[in-house]
């Protein structure tokens, strides 16, 4: 279950990161407000998933998932560029996390 709610807790990350660019330096209130939500809700699940995971595992994992979410966000929504580097570092900060969660008992 902490596993499941980690991943939402990085979905809500992806969230948040992507309302506070639409807020335009926090001058438009309703992507203003969205974000604070997502923040809340990030960071509360984080926290309840801390409870039984490593620290070292549940936050390498959310911001993983937060970073290339945001990065796949930016590339499909926003049309900001995929280059081989930027595909090569999402793949290997998914592959880190991915390791993380292997090396994570239970």
């Known amino acids: 279950m902490a596993w499941?709610?980690?991943?939402l807790a990085g979905l809500c990350e992806i969230v948040w990161a992507y309302a506070m660019k639409q807020s335009t330096g926090f001058t438009r209130p309703l992507p203003t407000a969205v974000m604070l939500v997502a923040m809340l809700f990030s960071f509360g699940l984080l926290a309840w998933s801390m409870r039984?995971?490593?620290l070292?595992?549940?936050y390498t994992t959310w911001t993983g998932i937060g970073a290339v979410g945001a990065f796949i966000v930016g590339a499909v929504v926003l049309g900001e560029p995929l280059g081989a580097m930027r595909?090569?570092?999402?793949?290997l900060i998914v592959s880190g996390f991915i390791l993380m969660k292997l090396a994570t008992p239970g």
Do not use: M, Q, S
């Open 4 to 7: 499941f709610v980690l991943v």
């Open 52 to 54: 039984t995971l490593p």
């Open 56 to 58: 070292g595992t549940a």
């Open 87 to 91: 595909i090569v570092a999402a793949v």
